[in-house]
């Protein structure tokens, strides 16, 4: 079974993001697509044909972790974005960056603070279902950093390619419009999720 590339031009027109770059996101995005079932093909056959010990395997298998957190942190990026941006905090999620951070303005100067980190790569606000904890990490890259077991509830993309042909160097002023755009609806779904799968 093949991934479909997800079809997020519902935000075209969210103020901050020209549409130029939006579409520019989503093209590179699908092209993670692309090429998670390039490399799962490719390694299906390699498992059929007993390949497995060959070198090219093992760098193939190690490529394919990157290509796919490049598909699917893209989908919770988009995802947990929203024209105009959505206020809705739910109780739950509210009271559990209350919990770890002491309140909600802790955290998201946190946030904000992973995000003018130098480098590239992606700020995530993760939930450890067997802890019930929340962090702010930066994932490097895409597969380097996430904490295992943890859901992904708030992901914004600090690659080059998500701000810089609107904003140049100035990721601040991406950030905050990010900010602008967040559907805490989405974040607080995400966390209810988390919870549920701890109690299972």
């Not at 942190?73 to 941006?85: D, P, S």
Request: proline letters at 2%.
């Amino acid at each position: 079974m093949k991934y479909e590339p997800m079809n997020f031009e519902r935000l075209l027109g969210t103020p901050g993001f020209s549409d130029a770059m939006l579409r520019n996101h989503f093209t590179l995005y699908q092209g993670y697509v692309t090429h998670t079932n390039k490399l799962d093909d490719v390694l299906k056959s390699f498992d059929r044909g007993e390949k497995t010990v060959t070198s090219e395997y093992s760098e193939l298998k190690r490529r394919f972790g990157w290509e796919f957190n490049g598909m699917r942190l893209h989908e919770y990026y988009f995802g947990n974005m929203v024209k105009n941006g959505s206020e809705e905090k739910g109780k739950d999620l509210s009271e559990i960056i209350t919990k770890n951070f002491g309140s909600f303005k802790n955290w998201e100067d946190s946030f904000r603070s992973v995000a003018k980190m130098r480098g590239i790569g992606w700020v995530l606000l993760s939930y450890d279902p067997a802890g019930d904890r929340c962090f702010n990490i930066w994932v490097n890259e895409h597969d380097g950093g996430n904490l295992s077991g943890s859901v992904p509830l708030l992901v914004m993309d600090v690659f080059e390619h998500a701000y810089i042909s609107d904003y140049g160097l100035k990721r601040e002023e991406y950030v905050a419009a990010f900010f602008k755009a967040i559907d805490w609806a989405v974040v607080s779904e995400r966390l209810e999720a988390g919870v549920l799968r701890s109690r299972v």
